[in-house]
Structures are given as C-alpha cells and as structure tokens.
C-alpha cells in the first residue's frame, strides 16, 4: 500500500456508507488499496506494443537488407551500387556472430521438432 494512509482512509470513509458485503464496495476498496496495479498493468501492455513494433521493424530492416545482398549476389556489375567491401561487411553481419546463432538456433529447434514428431509418428 503506497500513498498517504490518512488520504487513503478518506476515499474508504464514502464506501462505509453503504451496505455491507456489497460487490461495489470490493471493487472500489480494490480501487483505492491496488490502483497502482492499474497503471503497472497499463505500462507492461504499452512496453509490449513497443517491443512488438521494434521487433517488426527489426525484421523488415533485415528483409531488406537480405534482398538487397541476393540482388547484389544475383545481378551484373553494372547495376551494384555496394562496393565489395561493404557487401562482406552485409555477409559478415547476415552470417557470422549472433545473428547467425539465432538462426542456427532456430533452425535446429524446427529440425529437431520435426525429427521427434516423426519419431513418435511411427
């Protein structure tokens, strides 16, 4: 319980008022003794908007960044605008370190997904 006890005592003197065991006054003692859990509430499910939107753009920055490497991969010479040294420095980032971790580690889950489900299948 946070708050001042005594402004707090004030907003629990309107529900005494009226009857007893009533299901209006649970919810509003809930109200007074717990509204921070309110605003908590409120805060996780903002951060978790703002995580799923950074997420999404972290993914469509890095489709972006793959299409360009399969065009520059795919295409003449004459229509690259990447100099060599910063299509390694793409490979390096797409390949290597902790991204490529998390895809292995995420691929390995699937084929292993897939193996055992097999396995229980016959």
Do not use: C
Request: proline share 2%; hydrophobic share 40%; net charge neutral.
């Amino acid at each position: 319980m946070q708050g001042n006890p005594e402004s707090e005592f004030e907003k629990l003197k309107d529900i005494k008022d009226e009857p007893s065991g009533s299901l209006d006054n649970a919810k509003k003692e809930a109200l007074v003794l717990e509204g921070d859990s309110q605003r908590n509430e409120q805060l996780k499910k903002e951060s978790h908007k703002l995580l799923i939107v950074f997420i999404k753009l972290v993914f469509f920055l890095g489709v972006i960044v793959l299409i360009i490497r399969i065009y520059h991969l795919v295409t003449f010479s004459d229509y690259m605008w990447l100099s060599e040294d910063q299509i390694n420095n793409i490979d390096r980032i797409l390949f290597s370190g902790t991204i490529g971790g998390l895809v292995g580690k995420y691929f390995n889950t699937i084929f292993l997904k897939s193996n055992s489900e097999k396995k229980s299948s016959s």
